[in-house]
């Protein structure tokens, strides 16, 4: 089930529910992302594996392998 940093994700909900599962989506990462919603387009900043718009719910999550760079967070949905 654990593929350490060479797990693949297809989609937003994917990466959240892994980061649930594995207990990091309240865990705070080493450096906060600043993020650009795609659906609203409000810059917000992520400061677990997982965060939410503050403007209009969209929940995006990052696994730890990943979270260096903002290009890897990925949507998985409004208030998903």
């Known amino acids: 089930m654990h593929e350490g940093c060479s797990g693949v994700f297809e989609n937003g909900k994917q990466v959240v ?7 990091f ?5 080493i450096l906060p992302l600043i993020i650009k919603c795609v ?13 939410k718009c503050p ?12 979270a260096f760079d903002p290009n890897n967070v990925m949507a998985a949905g409004k208030d998903y």
């Open 25 to 29: 989506d309240t865990q705070p990462m």
């Open 39 to 51: 659906e609203c387009g409000e810059e917000f900043e992520m400061e677990n594996h997982e965060g």
């Open 55 to 66: 403007k209009c719910s969209m929940v995006y999550g990052v696994t730890p392998c990943h």
């Open 17 to 23: 529910d892994k980061i649930r599962m594995m207990g």
